[in-house]
Structure formats: structure tokens, C-alpha cells
């Protein structure tokens, strides 16, 4: 180490360098031979990775902090893995994978926080997410050329608000709550995009069948079908119902009133009261919202009513709502909104 900078000249292939502090390289990417190599961030609190703005390499990038964020204040490029252990990756200037590149380890934990960009025609899933939520969207079934890349990057907001409102007559609404941005980078790809929901990011899921994944177009959304639907109301994946030519912003529709995506929930909690259950829930948003159908299980699988609350219709403010289970059942009990 000199002058506070690391001499990097001595990590041979396939050697690792756990690096506590910040990375700077104030020369050019052919300065660090890191083909075959691993650097790990392992710091607490946030560490950056600097250059002179030039797009600086890693064979193997590991990110295994106890604490804080890895901060790319320059575009950083990946040979072989980006390895999320624990730590996000606030990647504003870009994150950029090599076509045999692979991502390992993503979870709520550690993903990466802004745009993401891969080369390639190799079927991907891009952890990206926002908050401490990671929402990964992924493109498979890719044709076109190793230089061709698309670019993802995931939002927590309302997409009506930032693009428009109006829908295609099979769809009776989209999500008020998130939506991803799925551009081609280079080249001309095509691909089919896979979509994921969670709770409760996604605002509620609660027919499979009715989901669909939505494309807007610069003037309407467009219903781009369900094809290949895993999981479940808690959590899951669906892809469009053919691989797609034309890319934009992305998110998750329905085509009935189920799925009631516009409600933005804010929290749900159960308290145990004496002899009674109190059931408390707040909303930042609610479009058309009729009511709130609180049930219970004895399981995660099979439930049963207990009690419908008024919805408020159209609201853009936090609204908290209360309800009780008069007559609980002994033992553990699970309710769901």
C-alpha cells in the first residue's frame, strides 16, 4: 500500500484479495491482471469502488460485507461472477456483465440497487431490487449476438404515475406499486421477459391465473400474455406468452379485479388481545378498493373469512384500518389480508 492507494500488481490468477477499505484504480483496467482472480468486499460500513471513469474490470467481484453498501462511483464490468453474499451494490453508473458472466448468492440481503446490464444471448436473471427488497425480472430465449446486451433496473413506485394510465381492453388494471424498466443496451435482441411478484411488494396477489405481464408502449399498456406461472399468492414468477421485439417499461397486470395490485399495503400485523385477536393494517394508496377480506388458517394453505372491512375506493394517503377475531382459535393461527 502506498500514498493510501493498494498496489494491486501482486494478485496473480486466481488469487482473492479481501479488501476492507475502498478500491481505487487511478490508471487504466489493464492495470489489475484480475481475469482469473476474486476480489471480496468484507468491510463494515460502505465501501466505493473509484477510477478515472474508465469501466474497470473484475474476474470474480464477491460482496461479503456485515455492513453497509458497495458504492460504484464508476461503471465496474464482471469477467465470471458477481458473488452476493450480504451488502447491496448501488450500481448508478452501471453494472456490466460479460456474455458468460453469472450471478450467485442474490437475496433480500444482497442485490443490486440500480441498473444492471448483461451481455449475451444466455437465458439471465437479474437480482435487482430497491429498499431491502429483492425483485429480480429475468430475459430468456435470447436471440441475437455475444455483443447484444439488455439493461434492467427496478423501481418501487407507482408506473401510471411516471408513464400513463390507459390499459388495453383485456386487461382490467396494472400494478400501482412497482415496475421494471427492460431495455436492449445494444444490438437489436429479442427475448422473452420473466416477471417475479412478492409480498408485499407487489400489493397482493390472489389469482394466478387472471396475472399477466404488462408492456407500456409510450401511449397505452399492453397485454403481453402468461406463459409458464410458478409459485404462489405469497411469491412467484410469470413470463410473457412469446418472446418479445419491442422493450420498455414492464409490470405485472390482471384481467379481472382480482390481484388487487393498486393497494399499496404498508404493513399487516396480528396482536393477541385476551380473548380476542386485533388486526391492523395500513394502505399508502388504494384504487377501487371495494373492501378487505381478513381470513385465517390453521396452515399456510387452507383458510377461512372472518371478516370484511370497507375499503376506502381511491385514496392517496396512509389509511389504517382495525378489525378483531372474536372467537380465535387455541394454538397458532395465521391470517392473511
Not at 14 to 33: E, V
Amino acid at each position: 500500500q502506498t500514498g493510501g492507494f493498494l498496489d494491486m500488481s501482486f494478485v496473480g490468477p486466481g488469487g482473492t484479495l479481501q479488501l476492507a477499505g475502498d478500491w481505487y484504480n487511478l490508471s487504466n483496467d489493464l492495470s489489475f491482471d484480475e481475469f482469473m482472480s476474486t476480489v471480496e468486499f468484507n468491510g463494515n460500513g460502505n465501501q466505493s469502488i473509484t477510477t478515472t471513469g474508465f469501466l474497470d474490470f473484475f474476474g470474480v467481484l464477491r460482496v461479503n460485507k456485515p455492513s453497509g453498501d458497495l458504492v460504484q462511483n464508476d461503471p465496474v464490468g464482471i469477467r465470471n461472477n458477481i458473488d452476493l453474499l450480504q451488502g447491496r451494490v448501488m450500481s448508478a453508473p452501471g453494472l456490466r456483465l460479460n456474455p458468460t458472466a453469472t450471478a450467485t448468492g442474490y437475496t433480500d440481503l444482497s442485490f443490486v440497487h440500480g441498473p444492471m446490464t448483461k451481455l449475451g444471448t444466455t437465458d439471465f436473471i437479474y437480482p435487482v431490487g430497491k429498499g431491502n427488497s429483492l425483485r429480480p425480472a429475468a430475459l430468456i430465449g435470447v436471440t441475437g449476438s455475444g455483443t447484444d446486451a439488455f439493461t434492467v433496473e427496478y423501481f418501487a413506485a407507482d408506473p401510471t404515475v411516471v408513464y400513463g394510465t390507459p390499459i388495453e381492453p383485456t386487461l382490467h388494471h396494472v400494478s400501482e406499486c412497482e415496475y421494471w424498466t427492460i431495455d436492449r443496451d445494444t444490438g437489436t435482441p429479442n427475448a422473452t421477459v420473466r416477471l417475479s411478484w412478492d409480498s408485499p411488494e407487489s400489493c397482493g396477489v390472489t389469482a394466478l391465473p387472471d396475472l399477466r405481464v404488462a408492456r407500456w408502449s409510450g401511449a397505452i399498456w399492453e397485454d403481453r400474455g402468461q406463459l409458464n406461472v410458478t409459485g404462489n399468492t405469497t411469491a412467484g414468477t410469470l413470463e410473457t406468452a412469446v418472446q418479445q421485439t419491442l422493450f420498455s417499461p414492464w409490470t405485472l397486470a390482471s384481467t379481472t379485479t382480482q390481484n388487487p395490485l393498486p393497494i399499496e399495503l404498508l404493513s399487516f400485523s396480528a396482536t393477541a388481545e385476551l380473548d380476542r385477536v386485533r388486526l391492523d393494517w395500513s394502505t399508502a394508496s388504494e384504487r377501487d378498493n371495494a373492501y378487505f377480506m381478513v381470513e385465517r388458517g390453521r396452515d399456510t394453505q387452507l383458510f377461512e373469512e372472518v371478516t370484511e372491512v370497507p375499503g376506502a375506493g381511491n385514496s392517496l394517503s396512509t389509511l389504517s384500518y382495525q378489525a378483531f377475531d372474536g372467537s380465535p382459535w387455541s394454538g397458532t393461527s395465521y391470517y392473511r389480508l
